[in-house]
């Protein structure tokens, strides 16, 4: 009987057979093989455009295609851990020599410098910067213009044309305009150089911080996410943040040990600082960050004092570095260094994102009360920081991933929230022991000692958040609207071929005079390309009003799929109005 035919026989059928362990060096060996089948997404198409072109760059995707099947193999056949140590640091060299070949495919002097407004709107206060104007409370009304781009359409019809970040991304683009010390070509996009420069040193510390069977993981998420580039390229500051976010994270819980910050601490808090200097996102993190780290230290030292002192010092190091990037914009702009700063938070931009919002986008015929979406998101917020504090030792593992879900209740919901830190939720889940959480200290009053109270605290810290969506969702809008459309037709019939007019009759059943701004949808986009050709400016409590519309530009294509809608957008109170658009019978 053979070995085959002898271990078939022995194996009773009958018997469940337990999955053999997966050996670590296999597990590395996977992650390591996953990491180079990923570099291949998007590879073909880019040799074959660039083939008669730019020859040099497809010789160069040609080149990294075949390193990249050769890497395969060698990882595939690798002897020990050493050998796919060293490999994986080959994976990473070539996964920053397929970014540098993406951007220098994206880049090139008879293509627009950005495609969005991120980008544009940082370019054009680091020009202001550089020549001696201001940045904060100065409206770049020329940036959709000049730079060929769409802007962020605030609920008042008007769109976003003021710089609203942390000055960081301006101090670093400022040297290479025109006015700076470094003047570059217009062409090239010194923003997004920096944002793309930010995700190699982000993955460079990623890889050196991970312990070794996980740094793949620095390929698969800086350089292999396909959402990753684009938005590098665009120039959004919140790049920046990630290679200093990945110092802080690396080691939070142990920031403080002892009782003393050390020279790692105070790096950390620096690091800290630039990142809160770079983009708001930081700030939600910052606040997490530095509860966790106040309730490690009080569960390591004891008491109360000792635990203050050192996340105050950690705090005072941070916050000087914020305020020395930010002293020449607090003294050139004065005042309005504190609302710019603050603009992305508090500017009313138009409903956008992956999330409740869409119900009274798309689903219903609108909402009264949309704001109520953000103090849902805020509600959340709060309650999930309430929950760090009752159960530190549970969540601290997750704590880069805690202040992101309460965004998805937002009325902009967008995936930039949830997915452009990732690498972030890794690191601090791969480079802190999760024992060191066990010590924290835990808010425990003596209600909360009985087991059936700490059972219904979840359901009743969501509460708040979720009756204030439901406020949002079942608020009706004011204002009443029905809508005819019309434009060109085809030569031979009455089929609609593009939408160029609309009329819209509205009804304020309301209290209050409503100004409206319309805009229409065929997708998830809101198109506010159209004007008011004729309509009052307002429309007065419990009256109705009729507006003619044209569209600036091409006409639009209707839905050919189901129905094209119009919304009427208002800010003073915040509405949002939606109807199908009643098309001819020949459509």
């Given amino acids: 009987m053979t070995t085959r035919a002898m271990t078939a026989h022995a194996v009773d059928p009958a018997v469940p057979v337990r999955a ?147 000055p960081l991304s301006v101090l670093l683009n400022a040297p290479f305009t025109a006015h700076g010390l470094v003047p570059l070509p217009t062409w090239l996009p010194v923003a997004g150089l920096w944002c793309v420069g930010s995700l190699v040193a982000a993955a460079l510390l990623m890889f050196r911080r991970l312990p070794a069977p996980l740094r793949p993981a620095a390929t698969v998420l800086l350089f292999a996410v396909i959402w990753m580039f684009p938005y590098a390229r665009e120039g959004y500051p919140v790049f920046l943040t990630l290679p200093f976010l990945v110092v802080v994270l690396a080691g939070w819980s142990r920031i403080g040990a002892g009782g003393r910050l050390g020279r790692a601490g105070i790096l950390s808090a620096g690091c800290l600082g630039v990142a809160d200097a770079a983009h ?3 700030w939600f993190l910052t606040v997490f960050l530095l509860v966790g780290v106040l309730l490690l230290l009080r569960g390591e030292q004891g008491y109360w004092r000792p635990a203050l002192a050192v996340t105050g010092r950690y705090v005072g190091v941070a916050a000087g570095v914020f305020l020395v ?16 700063v603050l603009t992305v938070l508090t500017q009313h931009a138009s409903p956008q994102g992956l999330g409740p919002v869409d119900i009274s986008l798309w689903l219903t015929s609108g909402s009264g009360a949309p704001g109520m979406y953000s103090a849902a998101a805020a509600a959340a917020l709060l309650a999930t920081l309430a929950a760090f504090v009752v159960w530190p030792a549970r969540l601290a593992p997750a704590l880069a991933l805690l202040p992101w879900p309460a965004f998805f209740l937002s009325t902009r919901s967008t995936e930039t929230y949830f997915v452009l830190l990732a690498p972030l939720w890794v690191v601090a889940l791969a480079c802190n022991e999760r024992a060191l959480f066990a010590t ?25 958040a979720l009756v204030l969506l439901l406020v949002a969702i079942l608020t009706p809008p004011p204002l009443r609207l029905t809508a005819t459309g019309s434009g060109p037709h085809a030569p031979h019939g009455t089929r609609l071929t593009g939408l ?49 519309l044209r569209r600036i530009g091409a006409p639009l294509t209707p839905n050919p799929a189901g129905p094209t809608l119009l919304t009427i957008l208002t800010d003073d109170p915040m509405t949002l109005t939606n109807a199908t658009v009643r098309l001819p019978a020949g459509r």
């Fill in 20 to 166: 053999a362990a997966v050996p670590p060096t296999l597990a590395h060996r996977v992650l390591s093989l996953l990491a180079v089948v990923v570099l291949f997404q998007g590879l073909p198409t880019l040799l074959r455009d660039e083939a008669v072109s730019r020859v040099y760059l497809s010789v160069g995707f040609g080149l990294l295609y075949g390193a990249l099947l050769l890497l395969a193999v060698l990882v595939a056949t690798a002897r020990g851990d050493r050998g796919l140590r060293r490999l994986d640091a080959a994976v990473l060299g070539a996964a920053v020599v397929r970014l540098a070949l993406q951007t220098a495919y994206a880049v090139n002097s008879s293509a627009q410098p950005y495609h969005d407004d991120e980008g544009a709107l940082v370019t054009t206060a680091a020009r202001s910067f550089a020549s001696g104007g201001h940045v904060y409370g100065a409206h770049f009304t020329g940036v959709a213009e000049l730079f060929h781009v769409g802007t962020t359409p605030l609920m008042d019809g008007s769109s976003a044309d003021t710089f609203g970040y942390p």
């Fill in 280 to 282: 708001q996102l930081a």
């Fill in 325 to 340: 990037l930010n002293l020449p914009f607090l003294l050139r702009d004065g005042r309005a260094w504190g609302s710019g």
């Fill in 440 to 464: 924290a200290w835990s808010w425990r009053p003596a209600p909360l000692r009985r087991h059936a109270v700490r059972l219904a605290l979840p359901p009743l810290l969501v509460a708040p």
């Fill in 500 to 548: 160029d007019r609309i009329t819209a009759t509205v009804r304020n059943t309301g209290g209050r005079p409503l100004r409206p701004a319309f805009a229409t949808s065929v997708t998830a986009w809101l198109d506010l390309d159209w004007r008011i050709v004729s309509g009052p400016r307002t429309v007065p409590p419990h009256g109705s009003a009729v507006y003619v």
